[in-house]
């Protein structure tokens, strides 16, 4: 199964801005959605952006407006590009490859994990 590692977490000041990369071992993306996830402590796994095979977008709407999803299907990379960040963004995000039914297609990786504090 195709193996997904996300990057780009870190510690920001509310406010600031980071950019997360999920990098598939396949081409798993080519032709599927791709999705990123979210889950904080205490709760459950949320969808936060999924972007279709044609480039169509949906966003939860605590992040509509401030976070953008893209992809690169030549570098099977998803990107989720983080702005405006609160501390309720604060989570583990996970990021994976779909079916237009919302069936996973890769393995979950670890997750990068995100902290918006002072």
């Known amino acids: 199964q195709v193996q997904l590692v996300e990057s780009g977490g870190g510690l920001v000041q509310p406010g600031g801005s980071l950019r997360l990369s999920c990098e598939a071992s396949g081409r798993i993306f080519s032709g599927n959605a791709g999705a990123w996830y979210r889950q904080a402590p205490g709760k459950e796994r949320e969808l936060v952006a999924r972007?279709?095979?044609?480039?169509?977008?949906i966003y939860a709407d605590s992040v509509r407006g401030r976070f953008t999803i893209s992809g690169d299907n030549a570098k099977n990379t998803l990107y989720l590009q983080m702005t405006s960040l609160k501390g309720e963004d604060t989570a583990v995000y996970y990021c994976?490859?779909?079916?237009?039914?919302?069936?996973?297609?890769?393995?979950w990786g670890q997750g990068t994990q995100v902290t918006v504090s002072t």
């Open positions: 972007i279709s095979s044609s480039g169509m977008t």
């Open positions: 994976n490859a779909e079916t237009r039914w919302g069936v996973a297609l890769g393995s």
